[in-house]
């Protein structure tokens, strides 16, 4: 796998081939994953710490999109980077702010701390070594600004909390959860508390997306992210929402949407101006 992975990354750059390189990207992840997790099932190493090197891995292709597209010039390796970074990141903020996710969140938890395993240590170093260091270049060449470095760097404290953390009790029940009660009903007080970190970092990132979509005059960031807000909205509906009155959610979902909308319309007339001006100027 690991053979190949290269050799697909090679004819990628090469050839400028988009598949190989989404193949290689994902092969090289899962080595590393599975590399990881052989050197700390012995030990029994707590679970959050392969989840956390696996965000770390996601944050790493993210940060690196922004070489591929203000160094390099490569928008189609750009695309790669930032869609495989969002949708791994993303999708981790979405389980994490579930029931399901709190009650994989209580079992990562549980185990031995990384600190046994050196390869782990030296993994984990290493990863968030290279996000930094993309990072902060980003910045010292004004690729991204300084603000948006700090949001993602940010982000990047999910993972280090999650290897830190000691054993959490996150659901009154021994074995895990009340399936027939409201999941606030049914969780712990540290339960609530990580209940409303996940989900106020999954909304924020969500806007964020949204944001730098205008910013960097990318329409799919903003349909993108506006898909995953929709669904977000959905999604905790059924899972806390559901406690108020279905025309008090309703209404305030509408309110919520309706002041989004104003603004993205805004953005999209912003946007498009931009555009118009920059094809009117390359014309001159």
Request: hydrophobic share 55%; net charge positive; with cysteine.
């Amino acid at each position: 796998l690991l053979f190949m992975s290269i050799l697909c990354l090679v004819l990628a750059y090469w050839k400028r081939i988009l598949l190989l390189l989404t193949f290689s990207l994902i092969g090289l992840s899962s080595w590393w994953l599975y590399r990881v997790f052989e050197w700390g099932e012995p030990k029994e190493i707590k679970s959050a710490t392969y989840f956390s090197i696996g965000l770390f891995t996601a944050l790493l292709l993210y940060s690196l999109s922004f070489l591929h597209k203000k160094k390099f010039g490569f928008m189609r390796a750009y695309m790669v980077y930032t869609v495989l970074g969002l949708l791994c990141g993303t999708s981790s903020l979405f389980f994490l702010s579930t029931r399901t996710g709190l009650e994989f969140l209580q079992y990562m938890t549980r185990g031995v701390q990384p600190y046994g395993s050196w390869e782990i240590m030296l993994s984990i170093v290493v990863v968030l070594a290279a996000f930094i260091s993309v990072l902060v270049y980003s910045v010292g060449e004004k690729f991204i600004s300084p603000g948006r470095a700090l949001f993602i760097g940010g982000l990047a404290l999910v993972p280090v909390l999650l290897i830190a953390l000691p054993e959490q009790t996150l659901f009154l029940s021994s074995s895990g959860s009340y399936e027939s009660l409201s999941l606030l009903s049914s969780l712990t007080g540290s339960g609530i508390m990580w209940l409303f970190v996940f989900n106020l970092l999954l909304f924020a990132e969500l806007v964020a997306l949204i944001l730098s979509g205008y910013a960097e005059q990318e329409t799919w960031r903003v349909n993108l992210g506006t898909f995953f807000l929709f669904l977000f909205i959905g999604i905790k509906y059924f899972d806390f929402f559901s406690l108020l009155d279905k025309s008090v959610f309703f209404i305030g979902a509408g309110i919520l949407l309706c002041g989004m909308g104003f603004f993205m319309e805004k953005g999209r007339k912003k946007m498009v101006g931009a555009i118009r001006e920059g094809m009117h100027v390359s014309s001159l």
